[in-house]
């Protein structure tokens, strides 16, 4: 077990709260769902971090104080079927960073087991090292849709996750990225961040058809593997119907918690509809991507705060506006 340093730690990913009341780390969450999680009594939140070792255990042997390390959120109980087979991010007693009921990394100094604690490379940074949460989301859903220099890869919403899936994609290989949104700052994020093509989407579903043309011009190829980074009807149904017959459609986002979608026609065309839950065992090659600059993560990272009363309810006030914010940086 190990103590992260106090006012040495990184952390970020804010969720796009209205109305918040902070009493030092602590805050108050009122109706806060995502999936079946709800929070239903105040809770620390936060779960993307790094940060540096100030003690460790009788037992650590890899690690001393002062190494800089990144921290991938999720205890399992390495007792089930999932976790013994590898699939760990399944395990059903999962204790993750700031899913209800167990708190979060947002604070000064957290306790945490050292074989989820990975050193960073000298020339990555901690916040680098916080990125690799986030990152770990694209890294194992590319596993998972087996991307590679011969997929061409279709992406529906440039948020933050969409834009780790692709830049995770190309990292993978990827040859060609069309990424879809709606939104026009969106979309020249993700140009800057390197895909080759942008195609801007309405919230109409009537739309579909219209706006699968315009994605298979951009792509100019067949659609090998769609990922849906939102998770909603419409871009559930838009990612069915770009795909080629024997492509894959990975789910990445949960906007919706059910959805009606025509699968019958995307059975008949065999597409493989496949999700993800978190991520596995994906924490060394995140940061043996940002050690070899396969990936730069640090343009999305747009805001950056201290840990003041001030600074941290300014940090939420920021994310939840949205606008030009992609990733909130903390620094404690």
């Given at each position: 077990?190990?103590i992260?340093?106090k006012s040495r730690?990184w952390?970020l990913?804010l969720?796009?709260?209205t ?7 602590t ?5 806060l769902?995502?999936a079946h999680f709800v929070?239903?009594?105040?809770m ?6 790094a940060g540096?070792?100030?003690?460790v ?6 690690l001393?104080?002062?190494d800089r390390?990144?921290i991938?959120p999720g205890i399992?109980?390495?007792?089930c079927d999932?976790?013994?087979?590898g699939?760990y ?5 999962m204790k993750f960073f700031?899913t209800p009921?167990?708190?979060?990394s947002l ?6 087991p050292a074989d ?6 000298d ?5 680098e ?12 859903a590319?596993r998972r ?5 011969e997929t061409?890869?279709?992406i ?10 692709m830049l995770a994609?190309?990292a ?5 990225i069309?990424?879809?949104d ?6 020249s994020v993700a140009?800057?961040?390197g895909a ?8 109409n579903?009537q739309?579909?058809p219209g ?12 659609v090998?593997v769609?990922?849906d980074?939102?998770?909603f009807n419409?871009?559930?149904?838009t990612?069915?119907?770009a795909?080629k ?7 990445v986002?949960?906007?919706h918690?059910e ?12 597409v493989?509809?496949i999700g993800i839950?978190?991520?596995k065992n994906t924490w060394?090659l ?13 343009p999305l990272?747009?805001?950056?705060y ?8 300014e ?5 939840a506006a949205?606008?030009n ?8």
């Amino acid at each position: 077990m190990m103590i992260m340093e106090k006012s040495r730690t990184w952390l970020l990913g804010l969720l796009p709260l209205t109305h918040s009341r902070f009493s030092h780390s602590t805050f108050l969450l009122l109706t806060l769902r995502c999936a079946h999680f709800v929070v239903e009594e105040p809770m620390v939140i936060g779960h993307e971090c790094a940060g540096i070792i100030e003690e460790v255990g009788s037992e650590v042997k890899a690690l001393v104080p002062g190494d800089r390390v990144a921290i991938e959120p999720g205890i399992s109980c390495w007792r089930c079927d999932h976790c013994k087979q590898g699939r760990y991010n399944l395990c059903p007693d999962m204790k993750f960073f700031a899913t209800p009921p167990v708190h979060g990394s947002l604070a000064n100094q957290i306790v945490h087991p050292a074989d989820l604690c990975f050193k960073l490379p000298d020339n990555v940074s901690l916040e680098e090292g916080a990125m690799c949460e986030p990152l770990s989301v694209g890294v194992h859903a590319c596993r998972r849709a087996e991307i590679g220099p011969e997929t061409k890869v279709l992406i529906m919403g440039a948020g933050p996750i969409g834009l780790v899936t692709m830049l995770a994609a190309r990292a993978f290989g990827a040859p060609r990225i069309v990424i879809v949104d709606v939104d026009d700052h969106r979309l020249s994020v993700a140009k800057s961040l390197g895909a080759d093509d942008i195609v801007k989407v309405s919230t109409n579903s009537q739309d579909v058809p219209g706006e699968v043309e315009q994605i298979h011009k951009a792509m100019g190829a067949d659609v090998d593997v769609t990922f849906d980074c939102a998770g909603f009807n419409k871009t559930m149904t838009t990612a069915l119907s770009a795909t080629k017959p024997g492509g894959k459609v990975c789910l990445v986002g949960m906007g919706h918690s059910e959805m009606t979608v025509p699968l019958t026609p995307a059975a008949a065309r065999e597409v493989d509809v496949i999700g993800i839950f978190r991520y596995k065992n994906t924490w060394p090659l995140c940061l043996e991507f940002l050690r070899s600059g396969k990936i730069d993560v640090k343009p999305l990272i747009t805001h950056r705060y201290g840990f003041s009363q001030k600074e941290v309810e300014e940090a939420f006030e920021t994310s939840a506006a949205g606008g030009n914010a992609i990733k909130v940086m903390f620094n404690l």
